[in-house]
């Protein structure tokens, strides 16, 4: 009997300490549309690296971190809140210390004095983060302006008070982050992403599905300066995620062809049959008034029909209202080219369709309308292909690509959805904050490679 009271308390004591442990993340707000966690040590071990940087001191830019109370033993969340706000939440080893190391950081000029607050206590580093500590948890959110300080500081005490009935646990979003294995993972919905990405993240999602109901979870790891971010997107609504599922079974594995990647601060690769991939393309609302646009002049549907292999869309001058948008794709015949003449005859007033001596004279050509220029056209390399670009230098250096000798994107082949976008060409601020956050581990990051393996 002694032998089992010893054992049920000995059991009693390791409930109650990991309960304790993970009180600290009952901080992070209920309904958060993006939820990031990372394991230090565990990313460390995945990335080969020698030594663990203090992530504090990259995301707050502080010159000299020191001893600041926070335990980055354990997982550390970053997070955006359902108003849109970002934020960061960590375990305090120290609340003495971490006063601490904010007091030097004033003595320095580098953050305000540490105040109370319900029970709390903050400071600003730098004039744009704001942080609310207890003993339990540390709370970042930002960047803010001093005007914001006040409703900041009322919110943060709010979400550092909540237990684990107001916080995030026990939520879909956090149960399926919590079941990922790996140093760095995401469960974010379509709409916490950047706007020009966002649509291309909707492909295969039903018609009548919104950013909101789509939902992408991803392992993510750095190499050779790159972020690669393995995904499944998928829906916590069960229609919708049934409708995911079965239109998901169109893309097939990427070959070689096109993995030189080229010109595109975004790359897009797949590989389908076009006679399926185009209804995909129809209920994407996004896509389709592109679509549209182009279909005035000439018959895009058609030509999509004609895909019957790999695909890379290109898109450059994102920053632009109109950016570059080229393609290249394999074709199963190029039977499309015989309604070009037709095409030139019923061209919308103020606008026309002119021969191009582009790669493939004879089969390349112009449309004009106004200042916009889209040119294409199709030829053979082994077998058919599509090329575009709203540019002759994008078109020609697309169509250039199935005979390029230059380095290809790693982990696109095999996959069935491959993604790729520089980081420097979205001015996305939570894109900003991850880039920022993971420098001192991996250097400088130079893009993200987000890729889907799954039928």
């Not at 500590?133 to 909540?162: C, D, H, W």
């Not at 760095?184 to 009548?208: E, S």
């Not at 390399?381 to 199935?402: D, V, W, Y």
Request: proline residues 4%.
């Amino acid at each position: 009997m002694k032998t089992i009271l010893q054992f049920v308390a000995a059991a009693m004591l390791v409930l109650f300490s990991s309960c304790a442990d993970a009180d600290y993340v009952n901080a992070i707000p209920d309904g958060c549309t993006a939820l990031l966690s990372v394991d230090m040590a565990q990313t460390a071990k995945e990335s080969n690296l020698g030594a663990k940087a203090n992530v504090m001191m990259s995301l707050l830019k502080v010159s000299d971190p020191g001893d600041c109370g926070i335990d980055f033993s354990q997982k550390f969340y970053l997070f955006e809140s359902p108003d849109g706000n970002l934020g960061m939440v960590a375990k305090v080893s120290s609340e003495k210390k971490l006063g601490q190391w904010l007091g030097k950081l004033s003595g320095s000029q580098q953050a305000e004095a540490v105040r109370e607050h319900r029970g709390f206590r903050f400071s600003v580093i730098n004039g744009a983060w704001m942080v609310g500590f207890s003993g339990k948890a540390v709370m970042v959110m930002g960047p803010i302006v001093a005007a914001q300080q006040t409703a900041t500081m009322a919110q943060m005490a709010k979400y550092l008070s909540q237990d684990e009935d107001g916080g995030i646990k026990g939520t879909p979003i956090f149960e399926k982050l919590d079941s990922l294995d790996g140093g760095m993972n995401m469960v974010a919905r379509v709409r916490a992403l950047p706007d020009k990405v966002a649509p291309l993240f909707m492909i295969g999602a039903p018609k009548d599905a919104d950013d909101s109901q789509v939902v992408i979870s991803a392992r993510m790891k750095v190499a050779d300066g790159r972020l690669h971010v393995e995904g499944e997107p998928f829906s916590f609504n069960k229609t919708v995620n049934a409708a995911i599922k079965q239109n998901w079974q169109t893309f097939r594995p990427i070959g070689q062809n096109f993995l030189h990647g080229g010109p595109g601060q975004m790359k897009l690769w797949l590989n389908v049959d076009g006679n399926k991939f185009l209804p995909l393309l129809q209920q994407n609302k996004s896509l389709q008034s592109v679509l549209a646009g182009i279909n005035m002049a000439i018959d895009m549907d058609n030509i999509i029909r004609s895909i019957d292999g790999d695909m890379l869309l290109s898109i450059d001058n994102v920053a632009h209202e109109m950016p570059d948008l080229g393609m290249v794709a394999s074709l199963r015949n190029t039977n499309f080219l015989k309604d070009v003449s037709y095409w030139k005859q019923s061209c919308p007033q103020g606008s026309r369709i002119d021969d191009w001596s582009g790669p493939a004279p004879g089969s390349s050509y112009v449309f004009v309308s106004g200042r916009t220029h889209y040119y294409f056209g199709a030829f053979r390399h082994q077998h058919p292909l599509f090329f575009s670009g709203n540019s002759e230098a994008q078109a020609r250096q697309l169509a250039s690509l199935p005979a390029s000798s230059a380095q290809k994107t790693a982990g696109v082949e095999g996959k069935r959805f491959a993604f790729s976008m520089d980081f420097q060409s979205i001015d996305n601020e939570a894109l900003s904050i991850i880039s920022q956050l993971l420098e001192p581990l991996f250097g400088k990051l130079t893009s993200i490679v987000y890729t889907v393996d799954k039928e």
